[in-house]
């Protein structure tokens, strides 16, 4: 399996920051990888929220996480500041694939990579549909891996 490297901030389109807490320690010492997981859901979730094409109550269609994944570079500790950078690899017919680049406090080079896939449902089917349009022109002008 050929390792893939730390990533630059320029690949990715749209940034947030997040805080390390006391909490995210583990007994190694550093962030626990279940930490990235809820940074890659907020960094992703909170585009949408801030684009205004996700209302996770009263939405017709939602995005289920159907596939995650995660590279580690490097280890990150309490009381660093985490960036995270996102854009899209894909957009099909009824899902997204968006790419998330972790980085700490002024670091160009990414400490983790990760990649989360969203397919979307009828909220109350639970069956694939479309992408609505709004969300795919969102989706798109940050697309370009």
């Known amino acids: 399996m050929t390792r893939s490297r730390p990533r630059p901030r320029s690949d990715f389109h749209w ?3 997040v805080n390390t807490q006391w ?3 583990d007994i190694y010492g550093h962030v626990n990888n279940a930490v990235h997981y809820t940074w890659f859901d907020t960094a992703v979730n909170g585009w949408l929220v801030e684009r205004g094409v996700l209302d996770p109550v009263r939405g017709e269609a939602v995005g289920l996480v159907v596939r995650t994944g995660c590279e580690y570079f490097d280890e ?3 009381p660093d500041l985490v960036t995270c950078g996102l854009c899209v690899s894909r957009v099909g017919t009824t ?3 968006y790419e998330i680049g ?9 400490f ?3 990649t989360f896939v969203h397919a979307y449902v009828d909220r109350v089917t639970r069956r694939p ?9 969102a989706v798109q002008q940050i697309q370009g891996l």
């Open 76 to 78: 990150v500790v309490f």
């Open 102 to 110: 972790l980085f700490r406090n002024d670091c160009d080079q990414s």
């Open 129 to 137: 549909v479309p992408l609505p349009d709004d969300l795919r022109q």
């Open 112 to 114: 983790a990579h990760g």
């Open 95 to 97: 899902s997204v694939t």
């Open 15 to 17: 940034f947030c920051q």
């Open 23 to 25: 909490k995210d320690i």
